[in-house]
């Protein structure tokens, strides 16, 4: 499985961005697409993360109202939707592949694939 992030940027406080992760290779409808984000000096962690049949989502609570998860099947892609950006927002954004859902908390331990990731800086 290849996973290509893009989409990332530079924006002011309060814009938003759109993320997009393309895939390739092996992939099934058990999968599930997450996204994550690691901000210097600080560990990785979940962002969002949507179940590749039936569309299942899950969002952090850092994120939960301002963040979605979506995806295009067709494309085989994945979308990450960002607004009302703040400036702890403000890391690299990764794009993961886990082979099947998994019902417990979320970390970048518990994935399989990921991609490069694609810097978004929010700063006015």
């Known amino acids: 499985v290849q996973l290509q992030a893009s989409g990332g940027g530079l924006v002011q406080p309060g814009d938003s961005l759109r993320l997009s992760c393309a895939v390739s290779?092996?992939?099934?409808?058990?999968?599930?697409m997450a996204w994550f984000r690691q901000a210097p000096g600080k560990e990785r962690e979940f962002v969002a993360a949507i179940k590749w049949s039936g569309g299942s989502t899950l969002h952090a609570d850092s994120v939960k109202g301002r963040f979605t998860v979506s995806k295009d099947t067709a494309k085989n892609t994945v979308f990450l939707r960002m607004n009302s950006l703040k400036p702890e927002d403000t890391a690299v954004y990764y794009c993961a592949v886990r082979t099947r859902w998994y019902a417990g908390t979320w970390s970048a331990e518990i994935m399989d694939y990921w991609g490069e990731g694609t810097q978004v800086t929010v700063s006015s």
């Open positions: 290779g092996r992939t099934s409808s058990s999968n599930a």
